[in-house]
């Protein structure tokens, strides 16, 4: 069965509540939920903090076993040399979502320390993109 960690960086605990107008009205614990339900034979497991330290933590905890991280680093993508440096140093191969076509909004979200970390990078198709990483890594 193979293993796929979600992991959702700062303010993305508050999907559902935050500017529903780009991020959509639905939470992520029902969004994963349903994305569960989907995969019913994949171990999806779902990672939220608003701490950069934890979710470099997480990603050395799962990068060497896991077969798949689909990484949604918010603000910190366009800020954290750090955590582009922590999915280097691991073996599991990442996929970078964002919910919002961040093409499309302030410039400083144009740049992800992320991107060329990750096999690929899908954003502004809201959660759907969450599906379409997990499809990836199938
Ligand atoms: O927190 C977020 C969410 C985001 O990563 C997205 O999913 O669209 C885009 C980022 O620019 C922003 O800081």
Known sequence: ??????????????????EPT?????????????????????QLHYYQSNHEGDLIDKIHEVG????????NAGGYSHTSVALADALSAVTTPAVEVHISNIHAREKFRHHSFLTDR???????????????AVRYFL
């Open 118 to 132: 990750c096999k690929g990078m899908i954003c502004g198709l809201g959660l759907k993109g969450y599906e379409m």
């Open 64 to 71: 060497f076993s896991f077969d798949g991280i689909i990484v």
């Open 1 to 18: 069965m193979k293993k796929i960690l979600i992991l959702n960086g700062p303010n993305l605990n508050l999907l559902g509540t935050r």
């Open 22 to 42: 780009v991020y959509g009205k639905q939470t992520f614990e029902d969004y994963f939920q349903a994305l569960k339900n989907e995969f019913p034979k994949t």
